[in-house]
T-cell receptor, first 118, second 111 residues
């Protein structure tokens, strides 16, 4: 199984709503990532989890709250979002945190959640 | 600015032709990777080239890396309509832990 599964595929939420994005992988990868991608732009790193601990937060606003309940799951909790937060949110995993840093491993990406904030 | 910059931004070719995309970066890297993305879906890893490698092949893909010029190219030979997608290079700086994506090239292959 080389899949990263993200749910839901699409999400429309109001600015006062609370919702969560979910990501799951069963490849035994110990590093998981959240990326945000706006239309016609490259993915931008948001968070990195390594061995279920948050290791990188790219100065993401607190209205985005990541959670890693276990080594296979990664959540992104959303609260009081703004319309400009509308984007494709991508989850990825790799064998270890030092993906493409000191180690030469690839990352596997999910299909993303298309989020629209109204 | 971004670690990886790509050109062209968009490329339109006929089926059967070759497509070449270029990526430039600014700092020393451990490796460079190329990814493909269809219509705003997830990214698919295509190929990884290490900083001590100059060329790598995978099927119809050929990647070169010139660390002296801090640039890489991706060549897709005998393109097919199904190759229509956005292609991103991704680099990780030496000693760094983050991978940064280039702006991407949107490839259109006309049948």
């Amino acid at each position: 199984d080389t899949e990263v599964t993200q749910t839901p595929k699409h999400l429309v939420m109001g600015m006062t709503n609370k919702k969560s994005l979910k990501c799951e992988q069963h490849m035994g990868h110990r590093a998981m990532y959240w990326y945000k991608q706006k239309a016609k732009k490259p993915p931008e790193l948001m968070f990195v989890y390594s061995y279920e601990k948050l290791s990188i937060n790219e100065s993401v606003p607190s209205r985005f709250s990541p959670e890693c309940p276990n080594s296979s799951l990664l959540n992104l909790h959303l609260h009081a979002l703004q319309p400009e937060d509308s984007a494709l949110y991508l989850c990825a995993s790799s064998q270890e945190r030092l993906w493409a840093g000191r180690t030469n491993t690839e990352a596997f990406f999910g299909q993303g959640t298309r989020l629209t904030v109204v | 600015s971004q670690q990886g910059e790509e050109d062209p931004q968009a490329l339109s070719i006929q089926e059967g032709e070759n497509a070449t995309m270029n990526c430039s970066y600014k700092t020393s890297i451990n490796n460079l990777q190329w990814y493909r993305q269809n219509s705003g879906r997830g990214l698919v890893h295509l190929i990884l080239i290490r900083s001590n490698e100059r060329e790598k092949h995978s099927g119809r893909l050929r990647v070169t890396l010139d660390t002296s010029k801090k640039s890489s190219s991706l060549l897709i030979t005998a393109s097919r309509a199904a190759d229509t997608a956005s292609y991103f290079c991704a680099t990780a700086a030496t000693g760094g832990f983050k991978t940064i994506f280039g702006a991407g090239t949107r490839l259109f292959v006309k049948a």
